[in-house]
């Protein structure tokens, strides 16, 4: 008999964490993503592939609703966070947000310390005081930052490397403990040195949270998601299986992006 | 062989580039050659005054009556009462500057934001007059029901009609500053799902400081320079206090009372206007500087 704690997990691994029905998003009259239904799961990576202006930022904003800042969008359909519906309109934006972590294209730490920069989203959601300098610490380690900075951390955060911020970023993300992890395209700053130290880290962290990137490299996608959703003029057209999608595209437009023809 | 050497024909001692660069040298030293011109003009006056009078007794003495016999030529009264203006002016300014400039940049979008800032605006074009009898004859009689013992001419109505005038000042530059403050930290704080007001104060604000102590000492200089309103609303009494319901005078008000009379010039009166300016410049100078030294201490930088 399997304990209950393994029956829910199991239950997870069938059940999307997230899902978007029908999700279409508009800028003004302009149509930005168009009735894209796709399930994330847990303990897995789902890549967002596509040209640039494709809609696969738009997409992702969508799912924690970054984009409720930009003025005349529309959004229809709905995004189910283990099935509530976080477009309701009782649901408060912010405490989506607490859920649902992001991070950023460019590393974008506050102007602050390390220790502040990771504690900044715990302490305004009032995590108890006491406890901030562990819950530090844990976050540093899991984004495999801690040895570096460990010393150093009431010193400024802009003074580690790009790479490092981006660490300290995914560390301040996953401080508010959240269940799914955005990532825009959180390589795309940076050297490839850093880049394969955060596509190891996210091979880690996928054991503990949800997590779908936007990625405008494809090699990148293949090597560390499990399934890849791609898209094309706000179009889903076509999701599955990171392997299969790379051997076995089902869409000529797939397969003509997969091979340079254009993009 | 290519044709590398300086002439007047080749691009960077062309007639042309010699004359903008002129130009841009000229209008560039106007300023610095008109500073330079009044601290002159100050100084030479300002000479002449201590030879009549001792620098112990201007800077010690707490009496100031240039204008009756016995005369006394104490600072302390005019400086006292132009930082009662500009203190009190301050207090009610800076908050209110403050607060709006965050309403300004964080809170309001579109249309409603034009509508604000342009009657924002408005408030800073009235004249300066306008406000000063705006304070006699509105906020004075106003204030006088709650506080009886309010005197016609008042330092409290002057300081809140000097910080009407300010707040346009304060919140303007704040905003700026505010608005300054780059898209992705922003991002980066809603995305770790804080909410509108913890965004404004704790990453907003802090990262545009810089910005926002200037536009507090660019109002609280323009609040101890401010001349006619207060002339009008705070009256002509110089008097050591720091009690804002009696009449005081400020060193901008003394200067025009001693300028509208008929003083020949080389008198003494004449002379001590000049000293009074140089220690109101010396003060507005002083605040830019701890300013500056503020910012340079405190400020968060983000590039």
Known sequence: MPSREAMIEQELLVTPRILTDRLTVKYGEKVAVKEVSLSFYQRKVAALIGPSGCGKSTYLRSLNRMNDFILNISIEGKVLLDGQDIYERKVDPVLVRRHIGMVFQKPNPFPKTIFENVAWGPKRAKFPKKDLPQLVEDSLKQAALWEEVKDRLNTSALGLSGGQQQRLCIARAIAMKPSVLLMDEPCSALDPIATSRIEDLIQELKEKFTIIMVTHNMQQAARVSDVTAFFLHGNLIEYGATKEFFTRPQKIETENYLTGKFG | ?303
């Open chain 2, 1 to 303: 062989m290519i044709h590398l050497k300086k002439s007047w024909r080749s691009p960077s001692r062309s007639p042309a580039e010699l004359f903008s660069h002129l130009v841009v040298w000229l209008c560039a030293s106007i300023s610095v050659v008109t500073t330079i011109g009044i601290i002159a003009v100050l100084c030479k006056e300002v000479f002449a005054f201590f030879s009549h009078v001792s620098l112990w007794e201007f800077f010690t003495g707490t009496e100031w009556t240039p204008l009756i016999e016995p005369r006394k030529f104490g600072i302390w009264p005019l400086i006292s009462g132009t930082l009662l203006i500009g203190l009190g002016a301050s207090i009610f300014a800076v908050p209110i500057g403050a607060i709006t400039a965050l309403f300004l940049s964080e809170y309001v979008k579109g249309t409603p934001r034009i509508i604000l800032k342009s009657v924002l605006e408005v408030l800073a074009g009235i004249p300066t007059v306008v406000y000063g009898f705006f304070a006699v004859f509105f906020i004075t009689p106003q204030l006088q029901k709650f506080i009886p013992d309010l005197d016609t001419f008042n330092a409290l109505s002057a300081a809140i009609v000097v910080a009407m005038m300010i707040i346009p000042t304060i919140s303007s530059i704040s905003q700026d500053a505010f608005e300054a403050v780059p898209k992705y930290l922003r991002e980066a704080a809603y995305g770790l799902g804080a909410r509108k007001y913890q965004v404004a104060t704790t990453v907003v604000f802090p990262a545009a400081l810089s910005g926002f102590v200037a536009s507090v000492i660019l109002g609280f200089s323009r609040a101890i320079g401010e001349t006619m309103a207060v002339t009008l609303a705070a009256g002509a009494t110089p008097r050591l206090t720091l009690n804002p319901l009696q009449s005081i005078q400020t060193m901008t008000a003394f200067i025009v009372q001693v300028s509208l009379g008929d003083t020949p010039a080389g008198t003494i009166e004449y002379q001590s206007i000049f000293a009074v300016g140089l220690v109101l410049f010396l003060m507005t100078l002083g605040a830019n500087l701890v300013a500056q030294w503020i910012v340079k201490r405190f400020q968060e930088k983000y590039r």
